[in-house]
């Protein structure tokens, strides 16, 4: 465990469901973020949140939402997905610019 | 063209070989990260730097600030060290206040070391 911990591992959904990832970490980190990776391509940055305010949205589609209620937990609310979204989906932490990252193991979503 | 740029993308070696991923890149960076990913998908930080050399281990990472490219090096690779390594660069996004920097990606090393 690294201290960033995604729930759940696997999710298989269908393109008319909604639901959720979670991301916690109790690292003392005020920055959280959601990383996208799909097979063969670099992670692409989705989101950014700075001590729980959103200070970067990486030109995301509107079906994903994300949450963060507090500095500790970061949500990612998908509805009506699409087969392309079915990827690797990775939160991080960071506690700034001259530290490292820590990230989760991901949640693989697969889309149908 | 991304902007970072891995090679060789694919690595197969036999144990106990001495292993060299490179990365290059074409924008200004703050720092440099080698990631390691095993297969079920979870990221682990290696090294985090802005200059000179890092060693932990039998991990190494150099990098050149003037010529835009970093090194990591594995000394007598284990079947264990087999993974993909992927390199990040950081960068400020145009707002200069805490959080707002970004990481750039390379699409990654596949390394598979037989024992």
């Known amino acids: 465990e690294t201290g960033v911990t995604q729930t759940p591992r696997h999710l298989v959904m269908g393109m008319t469901n909604k639901k959720s990832l979670k991301c916690e970490q109790h690292?003392?980190?005020?920055?959280m973020y959601w990383y996208k990776q799909s097979a063969k391509k670099p992670l692409e940055l989705m989101f950014v949140?700075?001590?729980?305010?959103?200070?970067e949205n990486n030109s995301v589609p509107s079906r994903f939402s994300p949450e963060c209620p507090n500095s500790s937990h970061l949500f990612l609310h998908l509805h009506t997905l699409q087969p392309e979204d079915s990827a690797l989906y990775l939160c991080?932490?960071?506690?700034?610019?001259?530290?490292?990252?820590?990230f989760g193991s991901g949640t693989r979503l697969t889309v149908v | 063209k991304n902007e970072v740029e891995q090679s060789p993308q694919n690595l197969t070696a036999q144990e106990g070989e001495f292993i060299t991923i490179n990365c290059s890149y074409s924008?200004?960076?703050?720092?440099l990260h080698w990631l390691q990913q095993h297969p079920g998908g979870g990221i682990v930080s290696l090294f985090m730097?802005?200059?000179g050399k890092k060693k932990h281990g039998r991990l190494i990472a150099t990098i050149n600030i003037q010529e835009k490219h970093s090194s990591l090096h594995i000394t007598a690779s284990h079947p264990r060290d087999s993974a993909v390594y992927i390199c990040?660069?950081?960068?400020?996004?145009?707002?200069?206040?805490?959080?707002?920097?970004?990481?750039?990606f390379g699409t990654g090393t596949r390394l598979t070391i037989i024992p």
């Open positions: 991080a932490s960071s506690q700034g610019i001259n530290y490292g990252y820590t």
């Open positions: 690292l003392g980190h005020n920055a």
């Open positions: 949140y700075n001590f729980k305010e959103q200070t």
């Open positions: 924008v200004g960076i703050s720092a």
């Open positions: 730097l802005s200059s």
């Open positions: 990040a660069v950081l960068s400020r996004l145009p707002l200069q206040n805490f959080g707002n920097e970004k990481l750039t």
